[in-house]
């Protein structure tokens, strides 16, 4: 009778332990589990977007990322790309503001630096005034001071065929331009994925990195009469100070590219960098960019 009970004693002790074993195995296998769980696909008020690993060039969303739609001022980016990619570019040149820069603005209802017929104004202040407060009527003197030709109609075209060309080199098929600032004719078009591309190249030099993430500046410049006075710009981009690790990139708007934006942060070493195009407002773009920043960090 005693080794009766002892033998179920035993076998009940190897039970328990065997289930505990069991447990400890299976909790290990759910925790690994839920440790490689994908997050949850985002969703964004946008109807196109693209985010990647800007380290490795991994895709890490994307939705209608390769259907055309009107980019609005993010075109300023391949603006100030092909600025910085001229051959022993002096950022220090000087540029004299012309009248049909100011014209310009008032002629399309444009977004402007504030720039003042006469002033002579340094190359690399017609960067800032071009991305930080989305100036056209800078993007429309870097055209004009950048492209080749004897009119200025002619150095535009010339200045905008660069884009184009740059767009081309970049192996980028759903990318064209017909204007310096986003204000076209209608064929000035790109996509979520293409875009992200162009910023991506275009943040690789130094110079275009530590203007868009500059909150604000304050620039002196040389006024008609040889005096000076100083412009100050902020920059449109709200995700800049709010946004931990946000680095960039540009805002854009329009009556048929609604509200874009492309953007880029970096957190432990890592950059994430993306676009959206034809969100319904300022706000919705900036929800939308912090979701997919927040879901490209996780993956």
């Known amino acids: 009778?005693?080794?009766?009970?002892?033998?179920?004693?035993?076998?009940?002790?190897?039970?328990?332990?065997?289930?505990?074993?069991?447990?400890?195995?299976?909790?290990?296998?759910?925790?690994?589990?839920?440790?490689?769980?994908?997050?949850?696909?985002?969703?964004?008020?946008?109807?196109?977007?693209?985010?990647?690993?800007?380290?490795?060039?991994?895709?890490?969303?994307?939705k209608t990322a390769d259907t055309r739609r009107s980019t609005g001022s993010t075109t300023k980016i391949m603006t100030a790309k092909v600025v910085l990619a001229q051959k022993n570019l002096n950022l220090d040149a000087k540029v004299t503001v012309q009248k049909a820069y100011s014209d310009y603005i008032v002629a399309n209802t444009a977004s402007s630096a504030r720039l003042i017929v006469g002033d002579k104004v340094t190359v690399r202040q017609l960067l800032y005034?071009?991305?930080?407060?989305?100036?056209?009527?800078?993007?429309?003197?870097?055209?004009?001071?950048?492209?080749?030709?004897?009119?200025?109609?002619?150095?535009?075209?010339?200045?905008?065929?660069?884009?184009?060309?740059?767009?081309?080199?970049?192996?980028?098929?759903?990318?064209?331009?017909?204007?310096?600032?986003?204000?076209?004719?209608?064929?000035?078009?790109?996509?979520?994925?293409?875009?992200?591309?162009?910023?991506?190249?275009?943040?690789?030099?130094?110079?275009?990195?530590?203007?868009?993430?500059?909150?604000?500046?304050?620039?002196?410049?040389?006024?008609?009469?040889?005096?000076?006075?100083y412009m100050s710009w902020s920059n449109t981009n709200a995700m800049l100070g709010s946004y931990s690790g946000m680095i960039g990139v540009k805002t854009g708007s329009g009556p048929s590219a609604k509200y874009c934006l492309v953007f880029a942060a970096t957190r432990n070493g890592k950059t994430v960098i993306g676009t959206v195009l034809t969100s319904t407002s300022a706000t919705t773009r900036t929800a939308d960019a912090k979701k997919l920043l927040d879901y490209g960090f996780k993956k």
């Open 1 to 62: 009778m005693t080794h009766g009970i002892s033998g179920t004693r035993r076998a009940s002790v190897a039970a328990v332990v065997t289930l505990t074993a069991g447990a400890v195995l299976a909790t290990g296998a759910f925790a690994s589990t839920a440790q490689a769980a994908t997050p949850p696909t985002p969703t964004i008020t946008a109807k196109g977007g693209f985010v990647m690993n800007d380290g490795t060039a991994k895709t890490l969303y994307t």
């Open 129 to 229: 005034g071009l991305m930080l407060p989305s100036g056209c009527d800078a993007a429309y003197a870097l055209a004009d001071k950048f492209g080749t030709g004897s009119t200025r109609a002619a150095r535009v075209k010339s200045f905008i065929g660069k884009m184009n060309a740059s767009a081309k080199s970049l192996g980028l098929k759903n990318t064209h331009f017909d204007s310096f600032d986003g204000i076209g004719g209608g064929a000035n078009y790109s996509t979520p994925r293409d875009l992200t591309k162009i910023a991506s190249s275009a943040m690789k030099s130094s110079t275009f990195r530590a203007i868009v993430k500059t909150k604000s500046t304050k620039q002196k410049v040389t006024t008609k009469s040889g005096g000076y006075r």
